[in-house]
């Protein structure tokens, strides 16, 4: 292994070395202030770790990992997500009874469950990638054990969760029997030589059961079900981490597959592919309108979310990667800030996370800034103007248009008008005055003061995001695809 | 640059105002005044400095009297580009003017959260300036767009809860969602027409003046020209309201506050016919003139259906949304009939139906602090209880039904002038439109204001502040009516340019074979 190499691989190494030294810090004494600093200055060295592999890119790693700009990109935007979900946790568990400190070490390692994904370019690190990344939610999710729900949504993430990993790894068997390839690029050679008959047969069942386990994996319809109810169970900043960093891992290392086994060559796929956003967006929007419950109502918007990025997904070439990479950030700028304001709001934990609309009636009242950060939130996420998500779901539709994808735009019309109702509905929820509440300000306590510190830096991202997004846009059009 | 501070100040002001409400409720009220009279200063400066036979449609010097252009996303050929002719400068002024006029009509009414009212009142002040400066498709739709959200919350937030009505959020969102909605039928039409531009050009832009030239070289396939303007013409005709989509017009005009109506009716209707002018006929000039019969006919609805349900409205500010509908109507048949006079009467139109839908909606208000009721039949007999006010009421009325010697009267007499050559039949059923005009307005003076008193107490009448508004705006009025040369001559060169791009649609397209985007 060469120095370069070394330096490329310095994100994991410094993700790996933190889940080691905050294991060994909760061994030695608990201290929840500690351990999360611990964790937080480690996530750090990996998004320095980041800068440096940037410069020494691309580094092919073993067959298994690529070290690209592409890989940095998107390994930043991981480690940036477990940064804010550590911090928001912080705020959070200081009113939990139980031990605290076990939050960051699961985090952590599912963080380097992510980077590993983004940075795979062989089946074996695609699933060790999503396995690190899926298995310590679970214990996340569960965290709160005292809390039926939270068990509850942790048990059905198991089952579910397990079920899609399997789904992936009997497809990955079944391409593999074909093609005797578990490298992305060797598959896509291998794959293109195959013309028809039994084995044409039996890669589309691979092909279709890694899609029913990718489909789970980015919760898109009809592979959904689980997202409201793990989304509700979940701790708060657990449910931030879920809806943004798991996610856009697995995201990231799809494209990277379609890109290097050529799979946009594959119409069936595509077509498959485009009904998945069509029903995402369809279902994710309609039954979002009946949710009371904030956490529900988000898990319904990714999953709209989810529909309108694959329609720059697949739309193929360098501009969709770009589209999709700007998606990403301005998506997970959003749903952090979202889910974040539901994380303050209930914190510190006080027995159960005040997700219901009703708790934030009025909260303009209570609490203004943190209902300027949910108003941005529920505008971006509706994909207005001066806003990150509208210069997200601007490139989605320009990646449609240039390549005429005219039903699955008019699907991201019809859904953008529905999702504005429940948007607004939750938005001015906060400003209608309730009977009760004396109109008084209640600034943010300082436990929580990080976190809102961290909160309005969100919130002037998905400004600037929106305001001026020319370097956000340089800077992912750097990291580019081949 | 100056055009920048036409946009700026108002967000500026806004954003003082919310931050200036901790010291006291006049604060707010105080800057946003002096915020939106700099604005109408600065308007009616261009107005005096400028030469106003330029303009980008002129085909001899295609020159904007003033513009401002800088990089904004270059990865996309966005620019901020705004640039200035007379049809924008007559609108920006009106802008101005409803501005003052809206923020000197919630002096009283608003009385919570002042600085955060007077935060979305001027930002959606400076929308709407913004889109009647954009040059940059990017940008006219971000404008677009921009303008909806303040407005959301004016009248979410200070609207009315009428009893029997479906409540002012329902309102609120019921607006946004048509508005948006169509607005992204429009963004698709503009990405489409980019795409179209970058697949025969090789550079993708945004730019007006780009696009503009290129589709005048007539290298857009028909089929494709068709789609495009459908795009246009369903966001514009929602915002207008033509009359199939206009439903949300009555419900938000009745639950928002007076002020939200003023900007409502005053210059937020405007926009979409001057997105028309703007874009949608000088792009797509024959699939315009293939939809004008069409497109005339919808007018024409919209002139008799706002007509006959004014009729039967309780509620005095349903019944002033309703006459929108129906002068919207006039508006929409003198600009795709396309003749330069009836185009000129189309801007005289919408500059005196601001003002004077403007005023109606103020002495509503007006009406309903002293009442605490919009309903119609609960006045009766204020004539007798009130000296001023209904005999302003009486003028307006006037104005409205188009009494010759008001503002309203030119526009409609040059629409229809200007309409008769193009499609006589049209034009003579719109005539009705004067006739019910007639009849609505003078029946809503009868039911509010004469007849039997429901009570003997004098009421209070206006003071100072609405005397000034209301006298200021009949002097406007009048001055339109009786002298209306120096709009007309501002506004000449670029009617005049539309008019020319758009009478090449009756030609035969160049036969050039393109596909779609």
Known sequence: MTRNQLLALLPILFSSATVVWVMTAIAIKRHHWWNATFSVVGLNLALLGCVVAYFVSPQIVTPLLIVDSYACLYMAMVLATGLATATLSHAYMEGYEGHKEEVYLLLNLSVLGGLVLVCARHFASFFIGLELLSVPLYGLIGYLVKERRSLEASMKYLVLSAAASAFILFGMALIYSQTGALGFAEIGVAVAAITGGAPYTVMVMGGAMILVGIGFKLSLAPFHLWTPDVYEGAPAPVAAYLATASKVAVMAVLLRFFVEAKAYNYDLLLDVLSALAILSIVIGNLLALLQDNVKRLLAYSSIAHFGYLLVAFISAGQFATEAVGVYLLTYIVTTLAAFGVVTLVSSPYKGHDADVLWDYRSLFWRRPYLTAIMTTCMLSLAGIPMTAGFIGKFYAITAGVEKREWLLLAAVVFGSAVGLYYYLRAMVQMYLRAPWVRKYSAPLDWAQGTGGAMMVALMLLMIVLGIYPQPFISAIQAAGLQ | ?517
Not at chain 2, 87 to 93: E, F, T
Not at chain 2, 146 to 161: E, K, Q, R, S, T
Not at chain 2, 382 to 401: E, Y
Not at chain 2, 403 to 412: A, Q, S
Request: proline share 5%; aromatic share 14%; hydrophobic share 55%.
């Open chain 2, 1 to 517: 640059m100056i055009l920048v501070w036409l946009m700026a100040i108002p967000f500026l002001g806004g954003f003082l105002c919310w931050q200036g409400e901790r010291f006291g409720r006049g604060f707010p009220r105080w800057v946003g005044m002096i915020t939106m009279t700099a604005v109408l200063g600065l308007s009616i400066w261009l107005w005096v400095v400028g030469d106003y036979s330029q303009t980008l449609l002129n085909p001899a010097n295609p020159k904007w009297v003033a513009e401002f252009r800088a990089d904004w996303i270059p990865r996309l050929g966005i620019s901020f580009h705004l640039a200035l002719d007379g049809l924008s400068l007559v609108l920006i002024a009106l802008t101005g003017l409803i501005g003052v006029l809206a923020i000197a009509c919630s002096w009283n009414e608003v009385q919570r959260n002042v600085g955060f009212f007077h935060l979305n009142l001027l930002w959606n002040l400076a929308g709407v300036i913004g889109v009647f400066l954009a040059m940059d498709l990017f940008l006219f739709f971000f404008f677009w767009e921009m303008m909806l959200v303040p407005m959301y919350f004016l009248i979410a937030l200070w609207g009315h809860n009428i009893p029997g009505g479906k409540g002012r959020v329902f309102a609120a969102t019921k607006f946004f969602i048509f508005t948006q909605a169509s607005g992204l039928l429009m963004l698709l039409a503009i990405l489409a027409l980019v795409f179209a531009h970058y697949n025969a050009t090789g550079t993708i832009t945004f730019g007006y003046p780009e696009l503009l030239e290129w589709t005048r070289s007539g290298a857009m396939s028909a089929q494709l020209e068709w789609w495009l303007m459908v795009g246009f013409f369903v966001a514009f005709a929602v915002k207008m309201p033509v009359v199939p989509l206009h439903s949300w017009l009555p419900d938000a005009h009745s639950q928002a506050p007076t002020a939200g109506s003023v900007d409502l009716a005053g210059i937020l209707l405007k926009t979409a016919a001057y997105g028309i002018l703007r874009f949608a006929l000088p792009f797509f000039p024959h699939a315009s003139q293939e939809i004008a019969p069409f497109a005339m006919w919808l007018g024409v609805a919209g002139i008799i259906y706002g007509a006959v349900l004014s009729l039967s409205q309780h509620d005095v500010k349903r019944f002033v949304a309703y006459t929108s509908v129906s002068h919207m109507g006039f508006i929409l048949v003198g600009i795709y009939s396309g003749t330069e006079q009836a185009l000129q009467g189309v801007v005289m139109q919408m500059l005196a139906h601001g003002i004077s839908a403007g005023a109606l909606f103020i002495l509503c208000g007006e009406v309903y602090e002293r009442l605490h009721t919009r309903d119609m039949r609960e006045m009766g007999g204020l004539w007798s209880r009130l000296p001023f006010l209904p005999p302003i009421a009486m003028f307006f009325s006037a104005a409205a039904l188009g009494l010759p010697g008001m503002g309203n009267f030119i526009g409609e007499f040059l629409i229809l002038v200007g309409s008769f050559p193009v499609n006589p039949v049209i034009t003579i059923v719109s005539t009705s439109g004067l006739i019910l005009a007639a009849v609505y307005s003078l029946m809503m003076m009868q039911r509010a204001f004469f007849g039997a008193p429901k009570s003997e107490e004098k009421l209070r009448d206006l003071n100072l502040r609405e005397m000034t508004t209301m006298l200021s705006l009949m002097a406007l009025i009048l001055f339109m009516g009786l002298y209306p040369q120096p709009i007309l001559d501002v506004t000449k060169a670029t009617m005049a340019g539309v008019q020319v791009i758009y009478a090449t649609g009756l030609q035969a397209p160049a036969a050039v074979a393109g596909v779609l985007p």
